[in-house]
């Protein structure tokens, strides 16, 4: 039977993800951002927490896991390079792992970058990955820990998922990543109509995500940077996909908009 997955909105702009197997009742919160906001989120639900899977150490995705834990008992996963910032951690994941949720297999993939022990979890069945901060929705992280080059592999490992595979995000970032996204790559016209989309999803208040594979392959610049129009208009018109992909990410640290 297929997986139950809520979103909700957490903090100024993280989101809050609560997966939940119906045979089972098991139930996995990804990441915790606000320890009330899941509970809140449980309780409309009727869902039991059984799981937390953390994807990686910054303060706004594990500042409530000490207080979900004690509340609900929770079993907490999480990166192994960053098992010493994670609190209340339990079990640790590396690439290559496979670990089961409720008859779920779950894929563990390394995605350094944004820091260097962050992962995804991926649910091959269920065709859904959970990136948080590798890959936002016509964005990437920022390199905080990594190196651009690190940060280039890890978003195109994402990017290499089957394309109907469904992406759940970290934050709302998405209108002001494809305001970014069209000074980089103005001819896109999947680009320039997916922003029509964008802007009534948010004037109604709705979130952007979840977004899929095929969609940010058509019109996420970092995902693009192997095409002969980014590379062209980062003027890098012999740039391999990793220097493209750098000039747009460092255009985007300086970006004002």
Same mark, same amino acid.
């Given at each position: *039977?297929?997986?139950?997955?809520?979103?909700?909105?957490?903090? $100024? #702009? @993280?989101?809050?993800?609560?997966?939940?197997?119906?045979? $089972?009742?098991?139930?996995?919160?990804?990441?915790?951002?606000?320890?009330?906001?899941? /509970?809140?989120?449980? &309780?409309?639900?009727?869902?039991?927490?059984?799981?937390?899977? !953390?994807?990686?150490?910054?303060?706004?995705?594990? &500042?409530?896991?000490?207080?979900?834990?004690? %509340?609900?008992?929770?079993?907490?996963?999480?990166?192994?390079?960053?098992?010493?910032?994670?609190?209340?951690?339990?079990?640790?994941?590396?690439?290559? #792992?496979?670990?089961?949720?409720?008859?779920?297999?779950?894929? +563990?993939?390394? !995605?350094?970058?944004?820091?260097?022990?962050?992962?995804?979890?991926?649910?091959?069945?269920?065709?859904?990955?959970?990136?948080? #901060?590798?890959?936002?929705?016509?964005?990437?992280?920022?390199?905080?820990?990594?190196?651009?080059?690190? *940060?280039?592999? $890890? =978003?195109?490992?994402?990017?290499?998922?089957?394309?109907?595979?469904?992406?759940?995000?970290?934050?709302?970032?998405?209108?002001? @990543?494809?305001?970014?996204?069209?000074? =980089? #790559?103005?001819? @896109? &016209?999947?680009? +320039?109509?997916?922003?029509?989309?964008?802007?009534?999803?948010? %004037?109604?208040?709705?979130?952007?995500?979840?977004? @899929? =594979?095929?969609?940010?392959?058509?019109?996420?610049?970092? /995902?693009? %940077?192997?095409? %002969?129009? /980014?590379? &062209?208009? *980062?003027?890098?018109?012999?740039?391999?996909?990793?220097?493209?992909?750098?000039?747009?990410? !460092?255009?985007?640290?300086?970006?004002?908009?």
């Amino acid at each position: *039977m297929a997986l139950d997955i809520f979103l909700f909105p957490c903090l $100024s #702009d @993280n989101y809050g993800v609560l997966v939940h197997d119906p045979v $089972s009742g098991r139930t996995a919160s990804i990441d915790v951002p606000d320890a009330k906001a899941v /509970l809140d989120a449980l &309780q409309a639900k009727g869902w039991r927490l059984t799981d937390i899977f !953390t994807t990686h150490h910054h303060v706004d995705h594990v &500042q409530g896991n000490l207080e979900l834990k004690a %509340a609900t008992g929770a079993v907490i996963t999480g990166p192994a390079r960053e098992a010493d910032k994670i609190p209340g951690i339990d079990r640790t994941v590396r690439e290559g #792992d496979v670990i089961d949720f409720a008859g779920h297999p779950v894929e +563990i993939f390394e !995605t350094p970058g944004h820091t260097l022990g962050h992962i995804v979890y991926y649910f091959p069945q269920d065709e859904v990955a959970f990136v948080a #901060d590798t890959l936002f929705a016509l964005g990437c992280g920022r390199v905080f820990e990594g190196t651009l080059e690190e *940060m280039w592999r $890890s =978003v195109e490992k994402v990017g290499a998922l089957p394309a109907d595979t469904k992406l759940y995000v970290g934050h709302e970032y998405t209108e002001s @990543n494809w305001r970014f996204a069209m000074t =980089v #790559d103005p001819t @896109n &016209q999947a680009l +320039i109509a997916r922003g029509e989309v964008i802007r009534q999803l948010r %004037a109604e208040s709705k979130p952007t995500v979840p977004t @899929n =594979v095929a969609i940010e392959r058509a019109t996420n610049p970092y /995902l693009r %940077a192997a095409t %002969a129009e /980014l590379r &062209q208009s *980062m003027n890098l018109p012999n740039g391999t996909p990793a220097e493209v992909f750098a000039a747009i990410r !460092t255009a985007k640290d300086n970006f004002k908009g």
